[in-house]
């Protein structure tokens, strides 16, 4: 079976998770059936003339668009040509932002191409061990944990999840030290003589300058950063060979060094000649539904579709003359520089996929960028917290009702059918597009209503760039197992990346000297802790469908914070008790859990709450200079008695 990574995405009618079904969250309540201008039932054509005559009284970088990693590749692709082409705006982009941004700007720099896993999950049936940095699977993708049944599992996670108990080996380091044990593994690796020097001298460059930085960081002092012992960082190093495989998440990439510390996994991985090679390697497990075709389609800033960068005039030649246009804005400001210039530079808004509000970093900051927008247009099937704020919502169709296509974390490109209709007085995405657009001004027929006609364009759109579409055929893949690149009809797909070389031009992996920072936020007097935040299995992201459901909802009813005994009653605070979580940026209140393999010096909170229970109101929107990815995994914290 192959994944979506999207747990709430199944295949028609299917089951994709224990207890989540696709009837369940159509039973939702609060479907949303009409448009809604200031919270008032409109008509359709009333919302979107209304929407079209405000836009029209701004200047084109005064309007943006934000998108989601669940849109299919349609939505994705268009969405992104109605922001450059309809709107002219630069200001587009994408919670993907959000979710992998730092392993793909790391994988780019090292391979000269990411797509996630650049080999079938397949694969890791064969793997000896299998090493997960900052991904709890268990909870976030048990599908994915067939695969790895037989393989040793080495989990770095500062909490001992429900992966992390089923490792052969847990190594649990403070939140934001994953780059000083990368670091530290490297050097081990280097002194026990387990890296493969004919693997790095024919397939790489660049090792020299890293070893420099690793040689620093000889195991006591890893031991000191990190609280990994000595001998726990041996271990990894010794079972970390044969078929092994590197795998990272958001624990490891969600930091404002985010793309440096997958650079030093990366680094790790080309050390121990593991990656462009059948049977091992380096992956991100991307997470949402269509946590790859959402970005290689157009809706991040500096990207066009077929992962092209929009600042290459190459591509920016292509694309204009696929849309038919003479000008391309963009590049455009990173997700979160977005949502913190509304009511500035930005007055207009419009939401597609995403719920800010309760997922974004600085949320209470975010909240009130949010409310001082002229104009806030959210296109969703139920009320989130962000459409709750919207001068104007569209209700649009879910997966089940409409065809499309996702890319999985194995860059696989996956047809999903209709399977039901859907409710009456609701749109689809594309329509809903076409229907602004021309509003707008533009010809109808740029902007195409089926996902067919759409993907068809896009596959023009995507030849000859790096994710390739071009070959790929809605009836192909009702049989055919297409991984991209898909360069011509007649070519099979792409399932293994980099084994004739890596993407960059003289097909050799890159390592990237990169050293140990530290959390943008260490913890002092004043915030002792360090708060990380993260999933459970049984909500959702922000929590706009899953928390309607009452099968799901039972379990987790309620925000809570994983805090050691010992921690809790430092600060007064017995298991059961709310508590208020205090950070530079705000408090938030969770009940307290006790938990014995808490670290001491850290707590936990899920991310899925809404209200005063939004971790996010916590959280440090440091970004990575590179990736301009948030600080969502560490921020520092006390806890008050509520
Ligand atoms: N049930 C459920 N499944 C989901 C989702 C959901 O919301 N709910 N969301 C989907 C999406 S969009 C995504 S991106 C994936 C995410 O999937 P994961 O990456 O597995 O999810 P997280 O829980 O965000 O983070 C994983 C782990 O990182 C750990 N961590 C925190 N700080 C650090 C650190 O500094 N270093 C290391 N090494 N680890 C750290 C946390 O303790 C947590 O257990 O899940 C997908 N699947
Ligand atoms: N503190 C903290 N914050 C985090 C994270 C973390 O680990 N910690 N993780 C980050 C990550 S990895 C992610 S991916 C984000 C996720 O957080 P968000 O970006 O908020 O994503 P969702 O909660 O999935 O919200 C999607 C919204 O779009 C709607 N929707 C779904 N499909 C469609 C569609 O096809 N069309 C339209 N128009 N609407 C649709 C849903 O009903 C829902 O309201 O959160 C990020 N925020
Ligand atoms: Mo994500």
Redesign the pocket.
């Known amino acids: 079976m192959s994944l979506t990574g999207h747990q709430v995405v199944p295949g028609p009618g299917g089951l994709c998770q224990k207890g989540w079904t696709s009837a369940e969250l159509l039973r939702t309540p609060g479907r949303l059936t009409t448009p809604l201008i200031n919270q008032e039932t409109a008509t359709w054509d009333e919302a979107l003339q209304h929407i079209a005559d405000k836009i029209k009284g701004y200047e084109p970088d005064q309007v943006a668009v934000f998108g989601?990693?669940?849109?299919?590749n349609e939505?994705a692709y268009l969405l992104g040509k109605f922001a450059r082409v309809a709107l002219k705006t630069s200001q587009i982009d994408y919670?993907?932002r959000?979710?992998?941004s730092s392993a793909a700007a790391a994988g780019n720099r090292a391979f000269g191409l990411d797509r996630g896993m650049p080999f079938p999950l397949e694969d890791l049936q064969n793997a000896d061990t299998v090493l997960l940095a900052g991904s709890n699977p268990a909870e976030t993708m048990p599908p994915f944990l067939q695969h790895v049944k037989n393989a040793n599992l080495i989990v770095v996670d500062p909490r001992r999840t429900a992966t992390a108990e089923m490792a052969t080996l847990h190594l649990q380091p403070a939140p934001g030290t994953d780059l000083a044990l990368a670091l530290g593994l490297l050097h081990t690796a280097f002194i026990d003589n387990r890296i493969d020097k004919s693997y790095i001298a024919e397939r790489t460059k660049g090792f020299d300058a890293a070893w420099r930085v690793a040689a620093a960081w000889w195991p006591e002092r890893v031991e000191r950063v990190t609280g990994v012992s000595v001998a726990d960082q041996r271990a990894a190093v010794e079972l970390l060979k044969g078929n092994a495989y590197i795998l990272s998440g958001?624990g490891t990439e969600?930091h404002a060094s985010g793309t440096d510390t997958v650079s030093a996994w990366i680094n790790l991985a080309l050390a121990l000649g593991l990656p462009g090679r059948k049977g091992s390697g380096y992956g991100c497990l991307t997470?949402?539904g269509n946590g790859q075709g959402g970005r290689e389609h157009g809706q991040k800033a500096d990207q066009l579709p077929g992962y092209r960068k929009i600042d290459d005039p190459k591509a920016r030649e292509h694309i204009k003359r696929v849309w038919g246009v003479d000008d391309l804005p963009g590049p455009g400001r990173s997700a979160y520089e977005l949502l913190d210039a509304l009511g500035d530079d930005i007055k207009v808004l419009l939401v597609?996929?995403?719920?800010?509000v309760?997922?974004?970093?600085r949320a209470a900051h975010i909240t009130e960028k949010i409310k001082s927008l002229d104009l806030l247009v959210v296109?969703?099937?139920?009320l989130?917290e962000?459409?709750a704020l919207a001068d104007v919502v569209l209700p649009?169709t879910?997966?089940a009702e409409e065809n499309g296509t996702m890319t999985n974390l194995e860059g696989r490109i996956l047809l999903r059918r209709k399977a039901l209709d859907a409710p009456e007085g609701v749109r689809s995405?594309l329509e809903l597009l076409n229907g602004l657009a021309t509003k707008l001004g533009q010809p109808a027929e740029r902007f195409p209503t089926t996902p067919e006609e759409v993907f068809a364009e896009l596959r023009r759109a995507s030849e000859g760039g790096a994710a390739d579409y071009s070959g790929v055929t809605y009836e192909r893949l009702k049989t055919e197992k297409l991984y991209w690149p898909v360069p011509s009809e007649d070519h099979p797909g792409t399932p293994r990346m980099f084994e004739d070389g890596f993407a960059h031009e003289d097909g050799l992996a890159r390592f990237v000297p990169v050293d140990h920072k530290g959390p943008a936020e260490p913890p002092d007097d004043e915030f002792p802790l360090q708060a990380t935040?993260?999933?459970v299995l049984q909500h959702?992201?922000?929590?706009?469908?899953t928390r309607r459901v009452p099968e799901l909802n039972k379990a987790v009813p309620e925000v809570f914070v994983e805090v050691h005994p010992d921690t809790a009653a430092r600060n007064g605070l017995a298991h059961g008790e709310l508590t208020n979580v205090v950070s530079r940026r705000g408090t938030m209140t969770a009940r307290v859990r006790c938990v014995a393999s808490m670290r001491p010096d850290a707590v936990f909170l899920p991310?899925h709450f809404p209200g005063d229970g939004r971790?996010?109101l916590l959280?440090n929107p440091a970004l990575d200079p590179t990736s301009r990815m948030p600080e969502?995994?560490v921020c520092a914290v006390r806890l008050e008695q509520a």
């Open positions: 989601g990693g669940g849109l299919t939505k919670n993907g959000f979710c992998m958001r969600q997470g949402q597609f996929g995403s719920n800010p309760v997922s974004a970093p296109a969703d099937f139920v989130s962000t459409a649009v879910q997966w995405d935040t993260g999933r959702y992201q922000s929590g706009a469908q991310f971790a996010n959280t969502f995994k």
